[in-house]
């Protein structure tokens, strides 16, 4: 995602889409509610393979799952929350991130994998 004016205009569009402000959100992977400020749209399959379903994640949630996987291996395979889970190191991920509170952040980083493409 790009620069701050695209990210406002994407939350005004979710903010008009999405559930009433009283609704709390709880994240599919970590089942943990999510924060306003900490609330990012992922598309299932990318949009750059023809996505268009999204569902809402915790930022870092989201962060981590790009972290680990291509937009190739988004959508041929993880392309599902449960798929998602059952992936192994995504899996290991929701399992510590469960027992943190809902506005913890932290900096992901690309898998090893990833970084020697």
Same mark, same amino acid.
């Given at each position: 995602?790009? =620069? *701050? %004016?695209?990210?406002?205009?994407?939350?005004?569009?979710?903010? $008009? %889409?999405?559930?009433?402000? $009283?609704?709390?959100?709880? !994240?599919?992977?970590?089942?943990? &509610?999510? &924060?306003?400020?900490?609330?990012?749209?992922?598309?299932? +399959? &990318? #949009?750059? *393979?023809? =996505?268009?379903?999204?569902? /809402?994640?915790?930022?870092? !949630?989201?962060?981590? %799952?790009?972290?680990?996987?291509?937009?190739?291996?988004?959508?041929?395979?993880?392309?599902? +929350?449960?798929?998602?889970?059952?992936?192994?190191? %995504?899996?290991?991920? +929701? =399992?510590? +991130?469960?027992?943190? &509170?809902?506005? /913890?952040?932290?900096?992901?980083? #690309? $898998? #090893?994998?990833? *970084?020697?493409?």
């Amino acid at each position: 995602m790009g =620069g *701050r %004016i695209r990210r406002k205009l994407l939350d005004e569009h979710l903010s $008009s %889409i999405g559930p009433r402000q $009283s609704e709390t959100l709880i !994240c599919p992977l970590c089942e943990r &509610p999510i &924060p306003d400020t900490l609330k990012d749209a992922h598309h299932l +399959v &990318p #949009k750059s *393979r023809g =996505g268009t379903q999204t569902e /809402f994640l915790h930022r870092i !949630c989201h962060r981590q %799952i790009h972290a680990l996987l291509t937009e190739t291996e988004l959508a041929r395979q993880y392309n599902t +929350v449960e798929a998602l889970l059952a992936h192994p190191e %995504i899996a290991s991920f +929701v =399992g510590w +991130v469960r027992r943190k &509170p809902a506005d /913890f952040s932290e900096r992901s980083r #690309k $898998s #090893k994998r990833l *970084r020697e493409r």
